[in-house]
């Protein structure tokens, strides 16, 4: 099926590991291109009135998966959004195609070096970081690289500041709809 939305109406979509600053950034450049923001995990947990990490304890990874699917099904299709995914979001294969088609989809790509650097700041709220150590951590971010292969730009976030990394991001936008 074509798809009729242009460039410029096309909603932004923000992948990548834990941490990399998929919420950060996508704040920062909704506020900047005067775009509603949408944070899927701030969704999900607004919907069940409970953090990420208590709604994986009580209901289970797999309910959470299914919700983060529905929520981005359903945001993905709208215009000019910009929309901050869980960082195991294109685990599932529906969900990476559906942005991919719909929405522009930008890789924020942080090396597992500076990334440890910045591990304690999320460590306790992100539930698939408890109870691993940093070489099973490791082995899990190097894994889920395959899974971010999917995207139409890679942003390299390695020593730019977040300011840097969303300026980057519109100058991207702008090259391409010249
Ligand atoms: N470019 C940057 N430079 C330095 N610190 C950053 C940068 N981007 C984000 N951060 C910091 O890293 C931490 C994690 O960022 P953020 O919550 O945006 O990550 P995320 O990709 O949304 O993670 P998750 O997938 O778990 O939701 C925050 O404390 C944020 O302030
Ligand atoms: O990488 C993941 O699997 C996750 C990342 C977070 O953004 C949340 O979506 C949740 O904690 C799972
Ligand atoms: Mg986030």
Not at 50 to 65: A, L, S
Not at 75 to 99: H, M
Not at 109 to 130: A, C, G, Y
């Amino acid at each position: 099926m074509e798809n009729k939305m242009s460039l410029k109406e096309k909603s932004l979509v923000f992948i990548g590991f834990m941490g990399v600053g998929k919420t950060t950034i996508g704040e920062l450049v909704a506020e900047k291109l005067n775009r509603d923001f949408i944070d899927i995990d701030r969704e999900i947990e607004k919907e069940y009135g409970m953090p990420t990490t208590e709604i994986f304890k009580t209901f289970g990874e797999k309910e959470f998966r299914a919700n983060e699917k529905a929520v981005i099904q359903s945001y993905s299709k709208q215009k000019s959004k910009i929309i901050s995914v869980g960082g195991g979001a294109f685990l599932q294969e529906e969900i990476r195609s559906i942005c991919l088609e719909n929405c522009i989809v930008f890789f924020l790509d942080l090396s597992f070096e500076l990334w440890k650097e910045r591990m304690n700041l999320i460590i306790d709220t992100r539930p698939v970081l408890q109870g691993r150590n940093i070489e099973e951590i490791e082995e899990l971010f190097h894994s889920r690289q395959e899974i971010y292969s999917s995207h139409h730009f890679k942003v390299i976030t390695d020593n730019k500041n977040e300011e840097e990394v969303a300026n980057y991001i519109i100058e991207c936008l702008t090259k391409e709809s010249e």
